[in-house]
């Protein structure tokens, strides 16, 4: 059972940056490939990024790419979505999630974080 807690949420102005950070429980998370999704009010949850567990192969969503980038560092269970350029559209709880395939499809992944709310003003 992997715990996946995410942090570095919060209120930032519209073109501003953010780092979101998840931080796993379990030594196996660096086994598995890694996800962030956001769920916007009255919106279903959407794919931002993904990255493999060695491959270093990245999806990124359209709607971010070019401003968002996925990484981490296995030696510290760690997984970070880097924001920049911020839009309020970008508002919304963002999920951090661990899964045995690297996929945009959430049920691709078998544990999720409790989210961080990111909320962008223009």
Do not use: H
């Not at 196996?28 to 769920?39: C, E, I, K, L």
């Not at 931002?48 to 968002?68: E, Q």
């Not at 959430?106 to 223009?122: A, L, R």
């Amino acid at each position: 059972q992997v715990q996946l807690v995410e942090s570095g949420g919060g209120l930032v102005q519209a073109g501003g940056s953010l780092r979101l950070s998840c931080l796993a429980s379990e030594r196996t998370f660096r086994t598995y490939a890694v996800g962030w999704f956001r769920q916007a009010p009255g919106k279903e949850r959407e794919f931002v990024a993904a990255l493999a567990w060695s491959s270093g192969i990245t999806y990124i969503s359209a709607s971010v790419k070019g401003r968002f980038t996925i990484s981490r560092d296995n030696t510290k269970n760690t997984v970070w979505l880097q924001m920049n350029t911020l839009k309020p559209d970008d508002t919304a709880v963002y999920y951090c999630a661990a899964g045995r395939t690297t996929s945009g499809l959430s049920s691709s992944y078998d544990y999720w974080g409790q989210g961080t709310q990111v909320t962008v003003s223009s």
